[in-house]
Structures are given as C-alpha cells and as structure tokens.
C-alpha cells in the first residue's frame, strides 16, 4: 500500500462497480442519534448516497421496531428509509429478523405461552416483514439477516440467560430453519445469510455455523450466505485468520458478507482520555482496513461476494463507544463527515494496491 497516494476524490461506489459487490453503511433513523432524516444530520445523505452502493437500518428493522406488539406492524420509518435509499439509487441490506437480544425481542413473544405459539409468531413476523418490502419496493431489498447470533463462542447453540435466546429455549433449533423457509417463500429473490460475530477468528464457532449449512443443504433448507460482524481491533484477530475464515465460507459454494465492519483503535480503554485520534493510531487504522477489504477480495470470488458494509458512518455515533463506554474512533470518517486515513486505506484496498 502506497502511504503518499491521494484519494480524497474517488468514491467508494465508483471502485465497487467492476469488483462486483455493493460498499454499503449501517444507517440511523428515527430514535438514533445518527438519524439521517433528523435536519441537523442532512448532510450526511449526501455523503451516504455519493460514497455507498448500500443501506442497513443500524436499527429500525429489528423486531421491535417493526413489529412493537402482535401483529402491530410499524413500517413507517423503515419505509421512509428503503423510499430515500431508491431514490438515491442505493439498495438495502435488511438486517435482522430474528435475534435474541432482549431489547429486541417484542414482549409479545417473550411472554408467549408456549413453543406453537412463539413460532407461529414468528413466522408471521417474517413472511409479514418480508413480503412487505418486497411487494412495495421489489429488487430493493437485495438481502436479509434472517437470524442474528444464534451461537455461543464455544460453538453450542445460544440458550441460557443471560444473553440466552428465547427462541432457542422454547423451539430447540427449528427455529432457524423455518426462519429460512419462511423468508424464501416471501421472497424467493433476496438473499438469505445467517449473520454472527466472532466467526472471523473462533473456529469452532465458525464450524458450528458451516455445520449447520452443511445440514441445512442436505436437507434443501435455503440459505445463501453467511455474513462476518467483523467488529476487530486493530490488531486481533490477525489478517490470515480472518482470511481463512473468509475462505472456509466461500469453500462451502456461499455468498460472503462482511456484515457491521468496524475497527475498534481503543477496546481496552487505556487511551481513553485522549480526545481525537492520533496520527500513529490512524495511520495504523488505515493498514488495517487495508488489510481486511484486501483480504475479502483474496478469499472471497467474484461471484459469491455479497458486499461489505460498515456499521456507521461517522465516529461520533459509533455503537462501540457505548458498548465499551469510553469515546472510540473505529469508523470511515470524522465527525464533521471528512474522510479519515482509515478510509483511503479501504479506497486503496478496492483499487488493488
Ligand atoms: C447495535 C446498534 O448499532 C446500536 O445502535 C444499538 O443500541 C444496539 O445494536 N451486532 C448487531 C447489531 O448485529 O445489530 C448491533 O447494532 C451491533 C452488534
């Protein structure tokens, strides 16, 4: 990598074109503070449709947003946003119908009294869900996280509390496998991926995951990729184990997503006082990004590239800086929405240098 080239003029979306996957960006709407609906955000439309392919709700098509209580369906706001992502000419990820997280989980179903009950639930949150943006916006919702963390680090299924999965509690594992039947049969078009954190450098967290496609292939569960959280830091996990993972996926014939990419320059806290991010620290955040997108586009073939996405635009309203409470600097651009050196690292990467 060229440490002395300028890219400040190229977009991220005009390098994307010929490597055949969408550059997209995690997204606020209403209730974020990263809203870009809100008018003191409205530059950052701009910036958003001029740089990226690509839109993931960072949170208003998760279960409760979109459906609050049973059959109290709210699509509004996540309307307004795949209508702004048309108009601008950005297609979008859906992300994510079912997770366990407990402020996610409606409390609908959290107090459904029995296993029939909370996957009758379920299905109807899905097939209502996916039909919807596919009748109203066909093509534009090219890919869904149809289950979010379903596994434990040490590869078992997520159960207990806390952190346990309800689902998991009351339906065993079927439920993910309905969850896939139900999406296909909404939409037979858009993508499918199971999406988790942590299969970048936990082998057997990533086995357990290619287990259960290899099962869900012998028994015609659809399912089409897998997408890669990918929240690293600078340094862990190291560039060949992510790439291996990269690879282990794309071996099995799926798509490959890196799903919520960010690099977090301050997990531990230790520069926590510091205000703005330090020259050594970007330079390094930039070889970093560097390295990962150069990484998907080594391990991951044309064809089953399903696109990286970065989970927030700017630092400031990163979710890592609550998650590890203390300021974190883990994104493309600054505040004031210039591009940081991280960012020409990923311009860099796409142009093949
Ligand atoms: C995060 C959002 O960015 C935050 O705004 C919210 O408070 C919590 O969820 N893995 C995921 C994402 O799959 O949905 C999470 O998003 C980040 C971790």
Do not use: C
Not at 132 to 152: I, K, L
Not at 294 to 305: E, G, M, N, T
């Amino acid at each position: 990598m060229s440490s002395s080239s300028s890219s400040s003029s190229v977009t991220l979306k005009s390098l994307t074109a010929t490597l055949g996957f969408p550059f997209g960006v995690a997204v606020g709407g209403p209730g974020d503070g990263d809203n870009i609906f809100a008018p003191a955000n409205a530059a950052m439309q701009s910036v958003v449709s001029s740089q990226f392919d690509l839109v993931v709700a960072g949170n208003i098509m998760k279960m409760s947003y979109l459906e609050p209580t049973q059959n109290g369906f709210t699509f509004t706001d996540a309307d307004n946003l795949v209508t702004w992502a048309q108009t601008n000419h950005l297609l979008v990820h859906g992300h994510t119908l079912i997770w366990h997280s407990a402020y996610q989980v409606p409390t609908f179903m959290s107090n459904a009294p029995d296993g029939p009950t909370l996957q009758s639930m379920l299905d109807n949150h899905i097939q209502t869900i996916v039909s919807h943006f596919a009748t109203n916006f066909p093509g534009e919702v090219v890919s869904w996280d149809v289950v979010n963390e379903a596994f434990n680090d040490d590869g078992s299924y997520r159960n207990a509390d806390p952190n346990g999965s309800i689902f998991y509690q009351k339906l065993g594992s079927a439920y993910i496998e309905n969850a896939f039947k139900t999406a296909r049969a909404a939409d037979s078009n858009a993508k499918l991926y199971y999406n988790d954190y942590n299969i970048e450098w936990s082998t057997t967290k990533l086995n357990a995951v290619l287990a259960m496609v290899d099962d869900f292939k012998n028994r015609n569960i659809p399912i089409d990729g897998v997408g890669f959280q990918m929240h690293v830091s600078l340094t862990f996990p190291d560039i060949n184990t992510i790439k291996n993972s990269l690879a282990a996926v794309a071996a099995k014939g799926l798509m490959v997503r890196i799903s919520e990419l960010d690099v977090a320059v301050d997990q531990n806290g230790s520069i926590a006082n510091e205000t703005t991010l330090d020259s050594t620290t970007a330079a390094l955040q930039k070889q970093r990004y560097h390295d990962i997108v150069k990484a998907y586009l080594d391990a991951v073939p044309l064809a089953q590239r399903g696109g990286i996405t970065v989970w927030g635009l700017v630092d400031g309203y990163s979710w890592l800086t609550g998650f590890e409470g203390h300021p974190e600097w883990p994104l493309l651009f600054n505040n004031d929405l210039t591009t940081k050196p991280a960012f020409d690292g990923v311009v860099q990467a796409l142009q093949g240098l």
